[in-house]
Nanobody, 124 residues
Framework: QVQLVESGGGLVQAGGSLRLSCAASGLTFRSASMGWFRQAPGKEREFVACIDWRGYSTDYADSVKGRFTISRDNAKNTVYLQMDSLRPEDTAVYYC?????????????????WGQGTQVTVSS
């Protein structure tokens, strides 16, 4: 059974930091790229960041570039999202997902397994 379980969300003030984790099981973690997406109320799910299967290549949405950092530990089957300088507009449910590719990809159809999400709320 494939499982992606996110953790680390919460309430933080603007300018603060959070580190999200996504633990994977039941799939071949190290042979696929991993991504983070987010969905705010009333909005579509949007790409946040992706990291390739080896952790050598990353890609970020323009809105988070320079503030968020994606990383992975293949020995622990875990992908992380370090979020710094958080803004109220970063408030959303954050999802991790496994890509169908070993390359960095941005669109939701490029991903086949999704976690249940973790809430991030940034207060002003």
């Amino acid at each position: 059974q494939v499982q992606l379980v996110e953790s680390g969300g919460g309430l933080v003030q603007a300018g603060g930091s959070l580190r999200l984790s996504c633990a994977a099981s039941g799939l071949t973690f190290r042979s696929a790229s991993m991504g983070w997406f987010r969905q705010a109320p009333g909005k579509e799910r949007e790409f946040v960041a992706c990291i390739d299967w080896r952790g050598y290549s990353t890609d970020y949405a323009d809105s988070v570039k320079g503030r968020f950092t994606i990383s992975r530990d293949n020995a622990k089957n875990t992908v992380y999202l370090q979020m710094d300088s958080l803004r109220p507009e970063d408030t959303a449910v954050y999802y991790c997902a496994r890509a169908r590719s070993i390359l960095v990809v941005r669109t939701t159809p490029d991903y086949d397994y999704w976690g249940q999400g973790t809430q991030v709320t940034v207060s002003s």
